[in-house]
């Protein structure tokens, strides 16, 4: 018989997120607020990936911690966020506002049978109208 997934998140853990941001002015501050609201995180790491619009300006109007990256690419961002961490659990998502913060919830409550958690944005079935 196949175990039973546990669906009780252990609240006891910190989470810190990270967002990876490059030329996200016009959507970087809503995420950051949208998933602030959650009261969640212990920090929500920025990771400003060399931006040449607005993006620092936005985010610096948000409690978020503020990283600059010099070395340019998405791996490079994330490596770096993953380094600004101490947290029991690292989430990182866009800010681009294709992904739900209300959705974290789904994830977290598989930590405690699994070590990591993915979501995608191709599963067609997932993806809603206008995506």
Do not use: W
Not at 34 to 51: A, C, P, Q, R
């Amino acid at each position: 018989m196949e175990k039973q997934t546990n669906l009780v998140f252990d609240c006891s853990k910190t989470i810190d997120l990270i967002l990876p941001a490059y030329n996200e002015e016009t959507s970087v501050k809503k995420c950051i607020e949208d998933f602030e609201s959650l009261n969640l995180f212990n920090k929500i790491i920025v990771v400003d990936n060399n931006s040449t619009d607005k993006t620092p300006q936005e985010i610096k109007k948000t409690n978020a911690t503020y990283v600059l990256e010099k070395e340019q690419g998405y791996g490079a961002a994330l490596v770096r966020g993953i380094k600004e961490s101490n947290s029991d659990i690292i989430v990182m998502c866009e800010p681009d506002l294709t992904f739900s913060h209300l959705d974290i919830y789904k994830f977290l409550v598989y930590l405690d049978d699994f070590d990591c958690v993915f979501g995608t944005r191709t599963s067609k079935s997932m993806i809603e109208a206008g995506s």
